[in-house]
């Protein structure tokens, strides 16, 4: 079986992202133009255009996906992501978030804590020409140090909790975008750091995959 994957990716931007509140002309174009079907398994493509979150490595509560296409283009909507910025893209994958994130930002740095998956990402972005992208394999929570600051940091799945070297890694007028909470008790929030201090706002809800790694550890009482 064929598919129109063109057809498929304009039925996705107009069922599923302009029905939902995103209105930047420019997320909508990098949506239109990045081929999601790259970037999940190849038994999957056919899938890869439906309103999901999309598994690409792993099983139970270590699997790691792709963000549904709808609440990931608000997230990207709220960053307000500049042809100038540099974007940090925490949990890439296989590099979907980071693709359409170059569409909008002078560099991005997509950073993978599994080095397979951050091969599989590499290798599309040679593939799709997209060179101002660069993937890195490292500690999720920890950030990319060397790069920093950053004007934009991107959490690709839902955390319960925002390490500090991610806060410490923001540019002063930076942004983080981020899920926070599980399943439907997720809420999407924005940090904005101004002279130092971060203050965080709640924009809307989110029922997004979690990004593993992330989960408070429950502390003992007496």
């Known amino acids: 079986m064929t598919a129109d994957f063109h057809d498929l990716r ?10 939902t509140d995103v209105t930047d002309h420019g997320v909508i174009d990098a949506f239109l133009t990045v081929p999601r079907e790259v970037f999940v398994p190849a038994h999957r493509q056919l899938l890869a255009y439906i309103d999901e979150d999309q598994p690409v490595k ?8 792709i963000m549904e ?34 569409r909008l930002a002078g560099s991005v740095i997509g950073l993978e804590s599994d ?19 660069v993937i890195v394999t490292g500690d999720l929570k920890e950030g ?15 955390v319960d909790f925002v390490p500090d070297p991610l806060f410490n890694q923001l540019k002063d007028g930076g942004r983080l975008v981020v899920v926070e909470g599980q399943g439907n008790a997720g809420v999407a929030r924005i940090y904005v750091k ?17 990004l593993p790694g992330f989960e408070k550890v429950p502390s003992f009482q007496f």
Do not use: H, W
């Open 10 to 19: 304009t039925k996705m931007v107009d069922n599923q992202i302009r029905t």
């Open 58 to 65: 792993g099983e139970g509560p270590n699997t790691r996906y």
């Open 69 to 102: 296409p709808s609440p990931l283009a608000k997230l990207i909507q709220l960053a307000r992501v500049g042809k100038k910025d540099v974007v940090l893209d925490v949990g890439c994958a296989t590099g979907y978030s980071s693709a359409v994130l170059s």
């Open 115 to 133: 080095s397979e998956l951050s091969d599989i990402a590499t290798a599309r972005m040679r593939e799709l020409g997209y060179d101002n992208v």
């Open 144 to 158: 990319y140090a060397s790069e920093a600051p950053y004007d934009v940091i991107f959490v690709e799945g839902a």
């Open 194 to 210: 101004e002279s130092g201090v971060v203050a965080g706002r709640t924009v809307f809800n989110a029922a997004v995959k979690p």
